[in-house]
């Protein structure tokens, strides 16, 4: 699928499924069949509506979910299929930044606690004293200071929390992270000054991100690559250069066109594509590309064939039957 | 134009434990007749609280609105009204959709009825009249079969369709003025487009006024006659739309242009932010609020309020960069040639 050199690949996911049973004879299928593959050091973007999959597809991928069918390899090895020492291991070279950082942070340790456990239950350092010059030096990387480490979270803003979140992910120097969506609980000035460091650490530490997140324009850049979700499938994914300037699918120009531009000159010119309704439910969908009912070109072979994801330019690939 | 809303040197405090907290200290601005006004600003600017003081959804105590503060609604003071005008007032003249469509609807009721409530309370028609009203009122926020809707409760509808539910009830007495709270930022961008252009259109047919808050200035290029832009509970900047996009005066309106990444921008460059954080408003500073993360800051703000600045067309803007004995190198945008205006 996409292709990359074999070499170079971190993370390799393979015609992966989750399904939810709902009930008896309903079944919600979060992620149908989703195919990508990730290189060291690159930033990989996933974008889509609410309720297409996208945090279920990146939960499955570092294993937090048992996956229904397909395969995800992480430097070779099966996610799914790790025991004992080798998913210890796992676990912490693969990280998360959690979307809301009121939540992800447990109220009743100090900060202090929370950068240092993983750092604890990797037994990564043998004294206490290493642990504490460790959080130091992680709360100064992402811009706190050493007197918030004896603090509790509630007394600390989004943004700030945003930050301990991310020192959290840092602690035990991971390679890859998943990034579900970091910044969508920000103010937009604070959103920035995220962005920027997430940027940094990763040309400094060469990491490597999945990033999950609605805001096209945030998405686009920060990613090299952007895979676009819809109901449970990739239906495009490109480079992200590609992808804003060479929209193929249908659907990516419509979530492109809805993006706000803050000018007014332009917003008055431009011709918007609106969709119209809302994402139908993932239970139980029909056969067919799962897009059809709000296509504006779509035709009686979208409702029999499901398209499947194929290369229509180099390294372009877009599910549809236009193409 | 003629005037409907006039806000006049607010001031709203609330009463907590760690002290009073000045959540807007003296905002003025006006609405015209027809027009949509977008008031835009980070979490805690005082935004909101402005809009609710204008709804009159102010609970006293903890809140408090200090003397000395006027909202003009068609020339009459709206805080000097008694309950009962206010009754008259909310829903019938002014109306307001709240950011989380399904926290302010009311689960035990349908949608019908919860439309049927207010045309009733305002109106003197029968429960049929008011039902038809009902329906067309769904049609023209673009539910698809409204006459079955009707019966439908708000769990079983779509963000989006929520949403659209809760403009109607706010349309349902023609009101002059529409106050939508972040109407849009549980939405998805599809979405958003979609409930975005529907509160243009029904501003253009029907003529009301509205009040737009936001903290997203790309939201409101489209539809916004005017913006103002508050900080820290006070107005920094306020402007036609083009105005303030494209001829800002104040380095915060400025920066929060520049924190949102265009798409014709390289990519994985450094974007302008904003460092720190917004101050507490228990112990607001004593010079300009901004002062602490402007990257133009000065002695004098640290230590005097700003005075407004007027220019044409009635852009303004607090900022001591104006002041004709600034010097004015570096700056990214054109500084001074206003008129001084000291409160």
């Known amino acids: 699928m996409p292709g990359v050199k074999d070499s170079e690949v971190v993370l390799k996911v393979e015609h992966l499924k989750k399904y939810f049973p709902m009930g008896k004879h309903a079944v919600l299928k979060a992620v149908d069949d989703v195919s990508f593959e990730m290189k060291r050091g690159e930033t990989l973007g996933i974008v889509g509506e609410s309720g297409c999959g996208k945090t279920t597809c990146g939960r499955t991928v570092i294993g937090l979910y048992d996956k229904t069918d397909g395969t995800v390899l992480y430097k070779g090895k099966d996610v799914h299929a790790m025991k004992g020492n080798e998913r210890k291991a796992f676990t912490k070279e693969v990280q998360m930044i959690f979307q809301d950082p009121y939540a992800s942070l447990d109220p009743r ?42 603090r509790y979270v509630h007394e600390f803003s989004g943004g700030q929390r945003q930050r301990i979140g991310i020192a959290r992910a840092l602690a035990l120097d991971p390679e890859f992270i998943l990034c ?77 066109s809805a993006i706000p531009i803050p000018d007014p000159k332009v917003e008055h010119e431009r011709q918007r594509i609106m969709l119209s309704g809302d994402v139908p439910s993932p239970i139980n969908p029909a056969p067919g590309c799962r897009f059809k009912g709000r296509c504006p070109y779509a035709s009686a072979k979208c409702s029999q064939e499901t398209p499947v994801l194929h290369e229509i330019a180099p390294k372009h690939y877009v599910a549809c039957h236009l193409y | 134009m003629e005037q409907l809303l006039k806000v006049e040197n607010l001031r709203v405090s609330y009463h907590s434990y760690a002290g009073e907290v000045q959540s807007v200290r003296g905002v003025s ?146 009101p002059k003025l529409l106050i939508a709270d972040e109407p849009t930022t549980a939405l998805d961008v599809t979405i958003q487009a979609q409930i975005i252009d529907l509160i243009k259109q029904l501003q253009q047919k029907l003529g009301t006024s509205v009040i737009l808050i936001t903290h997203d200035l790309g939201v409101v290029a489209d539809i916004a006659h005017r913006i103002v832009v508050m900080y820290s509970g006070k107005v920094v900047e306020q402007g036609s739309s083009e105005d303030i996009f494209y001829r800002p005066k104040h380095p915060y ?51 005097t309020p700003p005075p407004t600045y007027h220019f044409e067309d009635g852009h303004e803007a607090s900022c001591w960069l104006h002041h004709p004995q600034c010097r004015k190198e570096n700056l990214p945008f054109v500084a001074g040639g206003g008129q001084e205006c000291q409160e």
């Open chain 1, 180 to 256: 579900d969506e970091p910044i969508s609980a920000l103010d937009v000035s604070i959103q920035a000054q995220i962005i920027n460091l997430l940027i940094r650490l990763q040309q400094e530490r060469g990491l490597t991100y999945l990033f999950i997140a609605h805001d096209l324009s945030m998405v686009k850049h920060i990613s090299d690559r952007v895979g676009v979700m819809y109901l449970g499938t990739m239906v495009e994914m490109t480079t992200s250069e590609e992808l804003y300037t060479n929209p193929a699918h249908p659907y990516t120009k419509a979530l492109l």
């Open chain 2, 29 to 174: 601005f006006e609405v015209n007749k027809g027009e949509t006004v977008a008031v835009v600003g980070e979490s805690g600017c005082g935004k909101s609280v402005t809009s609710k003081a204008i709804m009159g959804l102010i609970q006293c105590p903890p809140g408090e609105i200090k003397e000395g503060s006027h909202i003009y609604f068609e020339n009459q003071d709206l805080l000097s009204f008694q309950e009962k005008q206010w009754e008259k007032y909310r829903g019938a003249e002014c109306s307001m959709i709240f950011q989380d469509a399904l926290t302010s609807l009311n689960p035990t009721m349908n949608i019908g009825n919860q439309i049927i409530e207010n045309i009733t309370n305002h109106k003197n028609v029968t429960k049929l009249e008011a039902k038809k009203e009902a329906i067309r009122l769904l049609e023209l926020v673009g539910i698809p079969e409204p006459a079955a809707r009707i019966k439908q409760y708000p769990h079983e509808l779509s963000g989006g369709m929520r949403q659209r539910v809760m403009i109607a009830i706010a349309l349902a007495c023609n």
């Open chain 2, 253 to 303: 309106t400025w920066a929060l242009l520049k924190a949102v990444p265009r798409l014709d921008l390289q990519n994985k460059q450094q974007l302008v932010s904003i460092e720190g954080m917004p101050p507490d408003l228990i112990t607001p500073p004593v010079g300009c609020p901004f002062a602490e993360r402007c990257p133009h800051t000065m002695k004098i703000c640290q230590t």
């Open chain 1, 109 to 150: 340790l100090k900060v202090n606690q929370i950068v240092g456990e993983g750092m604890r239950i990797h037994k990564m350092y043998s004294s206490n004293a290493e642990i504490q010059d460790r959080v130091f030096e992680l709360l100064d990387q992402v811009g706190l200071n050493r007197e918030h480490a004896s």
